[in-house]
């Protein structure tokens, strides 16, 4: 049975080496004949039609060739020195466009190497799951990708203003996620996870937002730059607001996802101490009352090290240490207070709360979880939150204290 089974595999691979027009296996492409599409914008058009726009940028490997880089005509934009080289096609849907855009390019488009996806926010707030669709239906592109709103603009301006900087924009993109990790401000989001959020949080979710800033060089000129802004909040599958980076380090409490912070107070002298959050942890306490859920506590524990004290004091007194632990703990608490607010005036479930109500109470949960989204922004929800410092680092004492004596 086995030499059978061999047999007819090598008829089948036989059958594709004969040079018939058509095979099995996918045809053979040189790579350079490819373009590989690494960052893609959606966009919603503004001409009153129900046309969406999308816009690809890709690595320019001929900058400062005397070579037309554009591999296409119609709908590129960027030059030699450009580092992303940038296509645009609309369509009547995402798909549409998708066809459409080949056509611009002499080369054939690679989708297989996308990894990020921009959402203008027009096209957010018409219906986020309208513009998702294709890319988590076809096999070509990757549920690993992340997915980011982009903010007071479109996703063509974005990209095509970006690239009049220094940098290529999945690479700035892909630095940008890691340095979340170091504010905690936002966390990136990869389209499986979005697509899991939305089916079971009643079409609600949080998702990472950017936009397009400008900053000031040593030489005094003006460059283009991406900035993380906070979360962007859809419910019901709509983008229906946004949570600032002042709060949205609030959110990242509340759901677990803190990797590290700076939590800045003042020492009994009215100096600043910087505190390093090394790990936190929120728990999600209900409180039923027979059947009716009453009221939801969230208690939080955060552990710091001390990072910096500006002042020379003593600060490793009991009473100092106390002072510091209280200040941060009202601060965390403030911020996840308004961060909550926030989210309940939108009416958004994107907090993932009932996901852990439903681990700890799970019978309790089964009667409730139907009227959810309509008990959620009227229960009572209470934050505590307990800060410990562990550690000062390498120094005990600050510079300059024993000059004090």
């Not at 095979?23 to 969406?52: T, Y």
């Not at 219906?127 to 007071?152: A, C, M, P, Q, W």
């Not at 940098?167 to 990869?190: C, M, P, Q, R």
Request: proline residues 2%.
């Amino acid at each position: 049975m086995r030499k059978i089974l061999v047999g007819i595999g090598l008829i089948f691979l036989i059958a594709n080496l004969t040079g018939c027009e058509k095979g099995i296996l996918p045809e053979g492409r040189e790579i350079d004949d490819l373009q590989l599409v690494q960052v893609i914008g959606i966009d919603k058009l503004s001409d009153g039609s129900n046309d969406c726009m999308i816009t690809v940028a890709s690595k320019n490997l001929e900058i400062g060739s005397n070579k037309d880089s554009s591999g296409g005509t119609g709908g590129f934009t960027g030059g030699s020195t450009s580092k992303a080289l940038v296509l645009t096609a609309r369509g009547k849907t995402v798909f549409d466009a998708v066809r459409n855009i080949q056509t611009h390019s002499n080369k054939t488009i690679f989708w297989g190497h996308s990894e990020y996806y921009l959402i203008g926010e027009d096209a957010a707030r018409e219906n986020i799951s309208k513009y998702i669709d294709f890319f988590t239906r076809d096999h070509e592109l990757r549920i690993e990708s992340k997915v980011y709103i982009v903010k007071g603009s479109n996703a063509k301006q974005l990209i095509e203003e970006f690239n009049h900087s220094d940098f290529y924009i999945a690479d700035k993109l892909e630095s940008l996620g890691h340095n979340l990790k170091l504010l905690s401000i936002s966390k990136e989001l990869k389209v499986h996870e979005l697509i899991k959020f939305l089916d079971i949080h009643n079409g609600s979710a949080r998702i990472p937002c950017v936009h397009l800033t400008t900053r000031d060089t040593e030489e005094g000129k003006n460059i283009k730059d991406l900035e993380c802004d906070g979360y962007a909040i859809v419910s019901d599958l709509r983008l229906v607001g946004f949570i600032g980076r002042d709060i949205s380090r609030g959110i990242n409490f509340i759901t677990n996802t803190v990797d590290s912070s700076i939590v800045t107070v003042k020492d009994p002298t009215g100096q600043d101490v910087s505190l390093e959050v090394i790990d936190s942890h929120t728990k999600v306490i209900p409180r039923f009352n027979g059947d009716t859920l009453e009221s939801i506590l969230l208690k939080t524990k955060v552990i710091s090290n001390l990072g910096e004290i500006q002042s020379q004091m003593e600060f490793t007194d009991e009473s100092t240490i106390s002072l510091m632990e209280s200040q941060e703990s009202e601060i965390l608490k403030t911020e996840m207070k308004k961060a909550l607010e926030e989210v309940v005036k939108l009416k958004s479930d994107c907090l993932e709360i009932c996901d852990r109500i439903s681990l700890r109470r799970p019978l309790k949960w089964h009667k409730i979880k139907d009227e959810w989204i309509q008990i959620f922004p009227n229960v009572k929800i209470d934050i505590e939150v307990d800060s410990k410092i562990l550690r000062t680092y390498e120094l005990v004492e600050p510079s300059g204290y024993r000059r004090r004596e």
